[in-house]
């Protein structure tokens, strides 16, 4: 069923909670509810507003915000060891990654505690401690709004990279995900080679889903702010992928910098958060913006910034890494 809000305060509905208002708001449970919206004809600016944990709005949004509010985990089948999941957008990820880990379904486990909806996972194929929702999903159910039409996006099609997907372009404002199909293994899968997951995951008695679980969330505890009390939005930047000549001269001068392989042949990721820090700005702030003191990735509201604000300050951020490293640092948050 269709829930509408006229000049509603988004305060509560983005993690940054910046105080903007959209002119109407409207929840939706699945694409027969699209359906019924679209039909009354096409507003002139709309876009999703899912869980608003990758989302900086600067200004009041003066259109209509869709947020898909359908909550069901539906198995689908299960042939060999491996489970087929039909799971509707408005799902909380984090209740996703309980509900297998209570199955003994391995597969996301590395992606506990993670903000936001099953439904935006593949639009930045979220991502952490090795592994990304693009390992899992097999493929997207979307409603077209041209087209007045439900269709499955195979992940094949999805075009899923380092928070990266069509999503973010081609299909950006033409296509809504109802739901995703992601596949689980009944297979023990421990993936424990990023950063403190393996000494985490020792200290509970060796890899099991639930000691996995707790590792990734006692690590991401340590050291990211609760957006419930802090408002951020995770990791504001994206790390760079930058050309191996220019890590190469960096390492020299820095040979602590952390680096990561990419898919892309000739280049390599830097740790933003890294640059960041040894740009001088971790637990900097001025106004009500900050970096966080423990995670330089992330941009946090102080109490009572506004959009613009915060977007003043990211420049900030950018302007110096550029200025010390000579790499340019992108937004991973959606500016609206
Ligand atoms: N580092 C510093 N100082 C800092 C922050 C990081 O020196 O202030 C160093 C760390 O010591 C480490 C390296 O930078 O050697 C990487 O740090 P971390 O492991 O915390 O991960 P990240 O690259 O900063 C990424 C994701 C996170 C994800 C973690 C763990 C992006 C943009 N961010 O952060 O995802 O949780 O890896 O896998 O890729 C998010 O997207 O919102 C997010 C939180």
């Known amino acids: 069923m269709i829930r509408e809000f006229s000049q509603i305060s988004l305060s509560r509905r983005n993690s940054f909670g910046v105080e903007q208002r959209a002119a109407r708001l409207v929840e ?20 999703v507003l899912s869980g608003g944990n990758n989302i900086l709005f600067t200004k009041d949004y003066e259109g209509t915000l869709l947020t898909p509010v359908g909550r069901g985990i539906t198995p689908l089948e299960e ?73 499955m996006i195979p992940a094949a099609e999805c075009r899923f990279g380092y928070r990266e997907s069509i999503f973010k372009h081609e299909l950006k404002g033409r296509v ?42 006692t690590i991401r505890e340590g050291k990211l702010p609760d957006p419930k009390v802090t408002g951020n939005a995770g990791s504001f930047f994206k790390n760079p992928i930058v050309d191996d000549r220019v890590v190469e001269h960096l390492k020299a001068l820095h040979p602590d910098m952390p680096t990561y392989p990419t898919s892309l042949p000739g280049h390599t990721k830097i740790a933003a958060g890294w640059l960041i820090d040894r740009s ?57």
């Open 28 to 47: 939706f449970d699945d694409a027969q509810d699209l359906h019924t919206f679209f039909s009354r004809g096409i507003p002139s600016r709309w876009m």
């Open 79 to 151: 042939a060999g060891d491996k489970f087929r999941v039909r799971v509707e957008a408005g799902v909380e990820w984090d209740d996703l990654v309980a509900w297998a880990v209570n199955r003994d379904l391995w597969g996301i486990e590395n992606l506990s505690l993670i903000p936001g909806k099953a439904g935006a996972a593949p639009v930045q194929n979220i991502g952490a401690y090795g592994r990304e929702a693009s390992h899992v999903i097999r493929s997207v159910e979307v409603y077209d709004v041209e087209h007045d039409q439900c269709r």
């Open 176 to 217: 809504i995900i109802t739901a995703i199909e992601i596949e689980l293994s009944h297979t023990p899968e421990p993936h424990l080679d990023y950063g403190d997951v393996q000494r985490e995951v020792e200290a509970r008695g060796g890899a099991s889903l639930r000691t996995i679980r707790e590792a990734i969330c």
């Open 280 to 336: 001088g700005l971790k637990g900097y702030h001025a106004g009500h913006v900050g970096v966080h003191h423990r995670q330089a990735l992330v941009l946090v509201n102080l109490g009572g910034a506004t959009g613009g604000e915060v977007i003043a300050f990211a420049r900030f951020v950018q302007q110096r890494v550029k200025e010390t490293f000579g790499i340019d640092i992108a937004t991973e948050v959606n500016i609206i």
